[in-house]
């Protein structure tokens, strides 16, 4: 009996070194079928394949349609030239098609690099439930995670809570928008494993990014219908390295009235740097641009860093020119007394550029314009 006992044990035993063994080899087959590199996918544990491969299947049946026709594109060419130059020269030419498309490639990859370069910042594809589809391979520059260490996880697993909301209004894609494709613009704070030195942390240290996120809605409709959001995200704040003459710094107290602004607003918008001390900016805006600036408002008071988006801004005199303002909010060194982990605030900084010369110079769009056009 103990010995038919212990024959079982050793049957159960080699099946199962059996199962994982089939296992490891389904696994490593699957995770060699994936486009990354060599080091990258020897590190990958199974739950990671699997993320990765639902990912990449996703990615595929978003690109099908467009890849479909550009196959269909080189298929009917390749067709045409067997059929003028013979099969000859369709031979002769297989090794230039291989060489002509690695120059492709890598013109392509080039080029890619120097767009993320520019835009400071990277790529993300969401599906309608949050899901990150695919983010470009720079997202650990500013987020101190990989491409693969993010992708098929879901977005609110790594956003603010109070953010959520927000994030779910922008990933609904409704019936009138299937074909326009409207425009998201949204500001949303998610984990960072970077240190204030740039160095990568231990992700359970991590601290809130706040991530100004732009792009469009996309839906699929071949081989069945697939909605996703492609965004582009910039972390705020943003290096300005672009400050010029068309630019111009001020400060606020957090009803966004003026405590300082620098001299150049006077060649920009004909005030004085003295004149808006205490003036609200809401009093320089054009009234059919005031729920840009208040939910600009409202993500400063809530998230601390924000972009206004474009709106307009009125001229002394008369007109209004198209500014873009990055604002942050400026906590003091001070601790509040009601709450003493906490900081008050202390200003909202705003850098201001300038994207636009003065439009319609001779219309006087508030009183203020009117009377000081008078006594000038």
């Not at 990615?59 to 594109?73: D, I, P, R, V, Y």
């Not at 589809?133 to 990989?146: A, P």
């Not at 879901?154 to 409207?182: K, M, Q, S």
């Not at 939910?295 to 001229?315: A, E, F, I």
Request: charged share 25%; glycine share 6%.
């Amino acid at each position: 009996m103990t010995a038919d006992k212990e024959k079982r044990r050793a049957i159960s035993r080699e099946a199962a070194r059996k199962r994982r063994r089939v296992e490891s080899d389904v696994f490593g087959d699957l995770s060699r079928l994936l486009p990354l590199q060599p080091c990258v996918r020897d590190n990958l544990d199974k739950p990671s394949v699997i993320r990765l491969t639902l990912s990449y299947i996703r990615m595929h049946t978003l690109l099908k349609e467009n890849t479909g026709k550009k196959a269909e594109t080189r298929h009917t060419v390749g067709y045409q030239q067997v059929v003028e130059g013979g099969v000859e020269l369709s031979d002769c030419d297989g090794g230039r098609d291989e060489e002509e498309k690695e120059r492709e490639t890598f013109v392509a990859s080039e080029e890619t690099n120097m767009y993320l370069r520019i835009l400071e910042g990277f790529l993300m594809i969401l599906s309608t439930e949050g899901d990150m589809i695919f983010l470009s391979d720079n997202v650990g520059k500013y987020m101190g995670l990989t491409q693969t260490e993010l992708m098929g996880h879901n977005i609110f697993e790594y956003t603010h809570p109070c953010d959520h909301e927000e994030i779910r209004n922008n990933l609904r894609v409704p019936a009138e928008e299937v074909w326009c494709g409207e425009k998201r613009d949204f500001v949303m704070r998610i984990k960072s494993a970077l240190t204030h030195r740039g160095r990568s942390a231990n992700f359970k240290s991590a601290t809130w990014k706040v991530l100004h996120c732009q792009g469009r809605a996309k839906v699929c409709v071949a081989p069945f219908p697939v909605s996703c959001l492609f965004l582009t995200c910039r972390p705020l704040p943003l290096s300005h390295t672009l400050l010029s003459t068309h630019t111009f710094t001020s400060q606020h107290s957090m009803d966004m009235r003026f405590t300082y602004c620098d001299q150049k607003v006077t060649s920009l918008l004909g005030y004085s740097a003295e004149e808006l001390l205490g003036r609200s900016i809401y009093d320089l805006c054009h009234a059919l641009d005031t729920n840009c600036l208040n939910k600009n408002h409202m993500n400063l008071c809530m998230k601390s860093q924000s972009v206004s988006g474009h709106y307009r801004m009125l001229v002394r005199g008369g007109g209004y020119v198209w500014v873009e303002s990055h604002s942050a909010v400026i906590p003091s060194v001070r601790t509040a007394k009601s709450r003493p982990g906490s900081h008050r605030p202390l200003c909202i900084l705003c850098v201001t550029y300038v994207l636009s010369g003065v439009e319609q110079p001779s219309l006087q769009l508030s009183l203020d314009q009117t009377l000081r056009g008078y006594l000038s």
